[in-house]
């Protein structure tokens, strides 16, 4: 019988100068994550015209943790030729979206969250 070991944790969406931002929140023994090696928002409620449910995602094709928490939505671009990324459409206020990620040790991170016209960020669960 094979075991295996993988840990979860949260995550939440914040707002750093005005750009929404997502930062593990505590987890269990294995302790907090600093990084991932993808990550990806999708939205779970409403029509995205033109480009289905995927907001955003990067990540690296080597498997390096190249994405230092917190990491930005939409992220900058770089001219490192493993990292990919797709989207970064804008994000409409009302709708849920959710957040997932990977990060060393088969560590899984997920979460959801929402803004308003105001530029406030839920978390709801």
Not at 40 to 58: F, K, Q, S
């Amino acid at each position: 019988m094979l075991g295996g070991c993988s840990s979860v944790y949260d995550i939440r969406a914040v707002l750093i100068d005005g750009h929404i931002a997502f930062e593990p929140l505590e987890t269990d023994i294995w302790g907090d994550p600093d990084c991932a090696k993808w990550i990806e928002v999708i939205a779970i409620d409403g029509p995205l015209e033109g480009h289905g449910r995927i907001a955003w995602t990067r990540g690296s094709s080597n498997g390096s943790c190249d994405l230092a928490f917190p990491i930005f939505y939409g992220g900058h671009a770089n001219d490192d030729p493993s990292m990919t990324s797709s989207g970064s459409y804008p994000l409409v206020p009302g709708l849920t979206y959710e957040v997932t990620t990977l990060s060393p040790g088969s560590a899984y991170g997920s979460g959801r969250f929402r803004f308003d016209n105001d530029g406030e960020v839920t978390n709801p669960r």
